[in-house]
């Protein structure tokens, strides 16, 4: 009597993975936060000669998986499981987390100054990580796709990470956590595109934070810019 052995494949929803599923990308999400640790103690010039080479190899690899099929065979098999739905969509182009938190990186140490990148760039590493997990354990009061609980501990967590950063006007700390609270609630999309809160959050911080800064503590600014 002979056994056939059959291969079953099933379709996995990476959104359908709970709680755990979440505290396994948020981990990965987490080390990031090595980006501001290492800046903070090298200057811009050095930053950016690390940065680029990584920043351009995610892009490029991001770009390429949608036009070279084994390329996109290959990514989708090996990391497949760390994406949302929109981002394992193959209609249209589409850049995952990892390449949006590098590019960001990327422009807030190009053209801020490194407090504010510093503090922008951390907020969406911890308190973006926070709001996630609270909010996929505890969130019980849903507004959209998130829950008052998730902003309330991106807020709370932001203010703690502008009480820690050196040289952070409090002032503007509270704007850039309020701003990036506000943002990481909102899901955006333009012409269909969906705009990863791996950018909106730490760009719409930093603004914030350069907005408060010339408006109210211009001496301070040029400070910061030194």
């Not at 182009?93 to 140490?109: C, D, R, S």
């Not at 701003?179 to 719409?204: C, H, Q, W, Y």
């Amino acid at each position: 009597m002979s056994r056939s052995n059959k291969t079953v494949q099933i379709e996995v929803n990476p959104d359908q993975l709970g709680f755990r599923y979440e505290l396994a990308r948020k981990a990965i999400h987490l080390s990031s936060l090595l980006i501001p640790l290492i800046y903070w103690h090298i200057g811009r010039k050095q930053a950016l000669m690390m940065l680029t080479p990584v920043a351009a190899g995610f892009f490029f690899v991001d770009v390429s998986k949608h036009f070279v099929p084994f390329l996109s065979t290959w990514y989708h098999s090996t990391f497949g499981i760390m994406l949302r739905d929109h981002e394992l969509t193959t209609d249209r182009l589409h850049l995952n987390g990892a390449t949006w938190i590098t590019l960001a990186a990327f422009i807030l140490i190009a053209f801020f100054p490194k407090t504010i990148a510093v503090s922008a760039f951390a907020m969406v590493s911890v308190s973006d990580t926070m709001a996630a997990l609270v909010g996929k354990k505890y969130g019980q009061h849903r507004f959209g796709q998130k829950s008052v609980e998730g902003s309330l501990a991106f807020f709370t967590s932001a203010l703690f990470i502008v009480l820690l950063i050196p040289g952070l006007l409090i002032p503007a700390g509270i704007v850039m956590a309020a701003a990036g609270t506000i943002i990481e609630a909102m899901v955006l999309k333009i012409d269909g595109f969906r705009i990863d809160d791996n950018i909106s959050v730490p760009l719409t911080g930093a603004i914030a934070g350069m907005i408060t800064y010339s408006l109210f503590f211009p001496e301070a600014l040029k400070a910061l810019a030194h």
